[in-house]
């Protein structure tokens, strides 16, 4: 793997390399390049664990996607698996995370989903890497007339908790 990804995503100390906000910025903007829509208005899903550092992330990836001309989907506080659920649900572009699971409160990182709620490829997350390393993804943005939107989904809890609730009960 690269300079940035590692087995689960970017991840390191919150406010240091490769965790920082300019990084975040350039994730928003490169993953909004390579999974925008063909045709019509593309969305990117982001939720958050409830780390101290994920609002600061979560708005530089948020600047990031609507310089693109791409709308971000805020789903606050869910679960990994939320994620890649409301993502594939909503019919969205690509999905992030912000969460370092298991490691201390000061680390945090960065993990993206394809369109179908599923772990890029490494081919892709290389990709995402090239750009950002050696292409500028700033040089990438769109005009003001094509800035993109963010919106809070105010359920996305319930409607996760829902999904899991049916998936339980079919099980039983």
């Given at each position: 793997m690269?300079?940035?990804?590692?087995?689960?995503?970017?991840r390191g100390?919150?406010?240091?390399?490769p965790?920082?906000c300019?990084?975040?910025?350039?994730?928003?903007?490169t993953?909004?390049?390579?999974?925008?829509?063909?045709t019509?208005?593309?969305?990117?899903?982001?939720?958050?664990?409830?780390r101290i550092?994920?609002?600061?992330?979560e708005?530089?990836l948020?600047?990031?996607?609507?310089?693109?001309?791409?709308d971000?989907v805020?789903?606050d506080?869910?679960?990994t698996?939320?994620i890649?659920?409301?993502?594939?649900?909503?019919?969205?572009?690509?999905g992030?995370?912000?969460?370092?699971?298991?490691?201390?409160?000061?680390d945090?990182?960065?993990?993206i989903?394809?369109?179908?709620?599923?772990?890029?490829?490494?081919e892709?997350?290389?990709?995402?890497?090239?750009i950002?390393?050696?292409?500028?993804?700033?040089?990438m943005?769109?005009?003001v007339r094509?800035?993109?939107?963010?919106?809070?989904?105010?359920?996305?809890a319930?409607?996760?908790?829902?999904?899991?609730?049916?998936?339980?009960?079919?099980?039983?």
């Open positions: 690269g300079k940035l990804f590692g087995t689960d995503g970017i100390v919150a406010n240091e390399y965790i920082t300019e990084m975040a910025m350039d994730i928003g903007r993953v909004s390049h390579l999974f925008r829509a063909g019509g208005r593309s969305k990117i899903v982001i939720g958050k664990d409830t550092s994920g609002d600061m992330i708005y530089a948020v600047s990031g996607i609507c310089s693109m001309g791409v971000a805020l789903t506080v869910l679960p698996p939320g890649a659920y409301m993502t594939s649900s909503m019919g969205a572009n690509a992030i995370v912000i969460s370092a699971s298991h490691n201390p409160f000061y945090n990182g960065i993990k989903f394809n369109k179908d709620g599923f772990k890029l490829s490494d892709k997350e290389e990709e995402i890497e090239h950002i390393l050696n292409k500028k993804p700033g040089l943005c769109k005009t094509d800035t993109g939107r963010a919106f809070k989904i105010e359920d996305a319930k409607k996760y908790a829902d999904f899991f609730e049916v998936r339980i009960t079919w099980r039983f």
